[in-house]
């Protein structure tokens, strides 16, 4: 069922129905270990768990979309992840179509504040732990970032002891490239031989 949203977006109604928009299970009794709210607070959510991963994604999309060098991301299961307040709040941006409209993967942003507030994919979200409540002082090791990646399209150089990639993680490592053409010519390479 398709809606149309008090911001223009055409919304798909029945993403209620599925985490991280859905009621939780009553069977399900973990309680949160995390919560968080776009800048405003109109959004707020719950996380039930560490994240499986961290990373920063240099990726030009990123870039543009967050106004900054990259983007720091915690991977989490839908499951992990419910909104608790606000989501009639909630607008989409659908980078494959260029469109305002659910369609996966989307970026997930507050209508109010026009905070960024996730990455949702098939099956994982996204969530940018700046807007996770906690001390940054005593940030978890688990939202701690493992690598970089698209890291050959960095505007800036990151000097820092964890890995870098050229796409994805596990994609091509780093070895000291310049940034643009001569990177992504080595990663169509790589992936052309991994294949």
Same mark, same amino acid.
């Given at each position: 069922m398709d809606h149309q949203h008090k911001v223009g977006l055409k919304d798909d109604l029945s993403r209620l129905t599925r985490p991280p928009y859905s009621k939780p299970d009553p069977k399900d009794e973990r309680l949160a270990k995390y919560k968080g709210n776009c800048f405003c607070g109109s959004v707020e959510f719950e996380l039930f768990d560490d994240p499986l991963d961290a990373s920063y994604c240099h990726c030009r999309d990123c870039q543009r979309l967050h106004g900054a060098p990259y983007q720091w991301a915690a991977?989490?299961?839908?499951? +992990?992840?419910?909104?608790?307040?606000?989501?009639? +709040?909630? /607008?989409?941006y659908s980078v494959p179509t260029k469109a305002t409209e659910y369609v996966l993967p989307v970026k997930i942003s507050c209508a109010v504040c026009h905070g960024p507030i996730a990455d949702e994919g098939r099956r994982m979200m996204l969530v940018f732990p700046e807007l996770v409540q906690f001390d940054f002082n005593l940030l978890p090791g688990p939202f701690r970032a493992t690598h970089h990646m698209f890291y050959g399209s960095r505007v800036?150089?990151?000097?820092? +002891? /964890?890995?870098?990639?050229?796409?994805?993680?596990?994609?091509?490592?780093?070895?000291?490239? #310049?940034?643009?053409?001569? #990177?992504? +010519?080595?990663?169509?390479?790589?992936?052309?031989?991994?294949?």
């Open positions: 991977i989490f299961h839908k499951t +992990d992840m419910h909104f608790t307040k606000g989501q009639e +709040d909630l /607008i989409f800036e150089d990151v000097h820092d +002891d /964890i890995p870098k990639f050229l796409g994805k993680k596990g994609e091509c490592p780093f070895e000291g490239e #310049s940034k643009g053409p001569e #990177s992504i +010519d080595k990663l169509t390479k790589w992936r052309t031989e991994h294949s």
